[in-house]
């Protein structure tokens, strides 16, 4: 009897296993969970690293915006500059593009970006408090906020230029949001 109740045990706790195992097939599993999807972006108000002129996202209500979380001691922001600095000469005409530093110093910014250039705003963020009001878990991480003030979506990890295409185009009404796969380097 006794070894009755261990092989029902053991056949439950099988059907448990692939219970949860059987959930999980099907689904990216690089797909971090973003409950802001659809939700008002956080406003803030934060300096330009440059000029240090405050910069606020509700000074571009009306407009879409892709805000890009960034550090330059992070090796896949460091791949993806050159994406972004393509996209906004791309679409900066139709699109603000932001950089927000995160986590880093404004000498470290200032020195890498003079070195490699930058067409579009760079917003420091101190304490990290946009950051945290945005969720980023690290980065790089890319929002992607329509004219009306809602987060569209948002991209973890290095864009790159046939996925920021998609994303600009979906921000301005010309084509649905890319869907959530890996996406490898070029």
């Known amino acids: 009897m006794k070894r009755w109740g261990l092989t029902v045990g053991f056949v439950v706790l099988c059907l448990a296993l692939l219970a949860v195992l059987a959930k999980g ?7 971090v969970p973003f409950g802001m999807r659809g939700k008002p972006a956080p406003p803030f108000q934060l300096r330009d690293l ?8 509700e000074q571009f209500r009306g407009k879409p915006v892709v805000l890009n979380f960034w550090a330059t001691w992070c090796g896949p922001c460091k791949q993806e500059h050159p994406v972004l600095t393509w996209a906004q000469r791309e679409y900066g005409d139709q699109v603000v593009f932001l950089g927000l530093i995160f986590e880093d110093t404004p000498e470290n ?13 760079q917003l420091l963020d101190p304490n990290s408090l946009t950051a945290v009001a945005y969720g980023v878990a690290g980065v790089p991480e890319t929002y992607f906020i329509s004219k009306d003030g809602t987060i569209l979506d948002k991209h973890v990890g290095p864009i790159w230029p ?3 295409t998609a994303y600009v185009k979906a921000l301005l009404g010309k084509g649905p949001l890319p869907t959530a796969t890996a996406e490898a380097a070029p």
């Open 25 to 31: 097939f099907g689904k990216d599993p690089h797909e």
């Open 162 to 164: 046939d996925r920021m």
């Open 109 to 121: 910014a200032r020195r890498y970006l003079a070195e490699n250039g930058t067409p579009f705003p």
């Open 50 to 57: 440059t000029t240090g002129a405050p910069v606020s996202l």
